[in-house]
């Protein structure tokens, strides 16, 4: 066998990552953040140790649904790709340089590196998608890769209006 010749890829599994469907109202109530802005770099790099792979995403933040505004938000994604090497974690949202993104953001803390993450692996990512002028901005999730347990699917498609409603309604909430 010879190594060494073309990319390598590390999947966790070939199934699809099984997941608790998580709705709207309870990403809100959970998410430390809640972020709209654009995608403007995307890269993927070793946790300090060397023992797993993460991609970190740039987002230039146009604005903030809950938590602190800041101009931009480094997000840190399990799993991506180094140099040849690739791991592949099936839960974990997508990004593209120049998308536009909603994202429910939370903070975690691995051997004393803390850093910000979605929400929930690609149930916290939507995709803004623009509307011709006759039809509102709707927001995608890719659920390619996951599974629900339960029998409560979320939406993979939604509008950006119904979303923003839900998170106001859900933050105003007792």
């Known amino acids: 066998m010879r190594f060494g010749a073309g990319p390598l890829t590390l999947l966790l599994a070939g199934a699809p990552a099984l997941l608790q469907p998580l709705s ?25 140790d060397r023992s797993r792979i993460f991609t970190r995403v740039e987002l230039k933040v146009e604005r903030a649904l809950k938590g602190a505004a800041t101009a931009t938000a480094a997000l840190e994604i399990l799993g991506g790709t180094v140099g040849t090497l690739t791991s592949e974690v099936g839960a974990a949202p997508r990004f593209t340089v120049g998308e536009e993104v909603l994202v429910f953001t939370q ?24 509307g011709d002028g006759s039809t509102p901005v709707r927001l995608e999730r890719d659920f390619t890769a996951v599974a629900f347990s339960g029998d409560q699917i ?21």
Do not use: C, M
């Open 154 to 174: 979320p939406p993979a498609i939604i509008s950006l209006d119904q979303l923003e409603r839900s998170i106001r309604a859900e933050l105003q909430a007792p």
């Open 24 to 48: 709207e109202a309870e990403l809100a109530r959970r998410a430390e953040r809640i972020l709209v802005g654009r995608v403007v770099a995307v890269a993927g790099h070793w946790n300090a």
């Open 107 to 130: 903070s975690l803390e691995e051997a004393g590196w803390r850093y910000e993450t979605v929400l929930g692996w690609a149930q916290g990512k939507f995709r803004l998608v623009a």
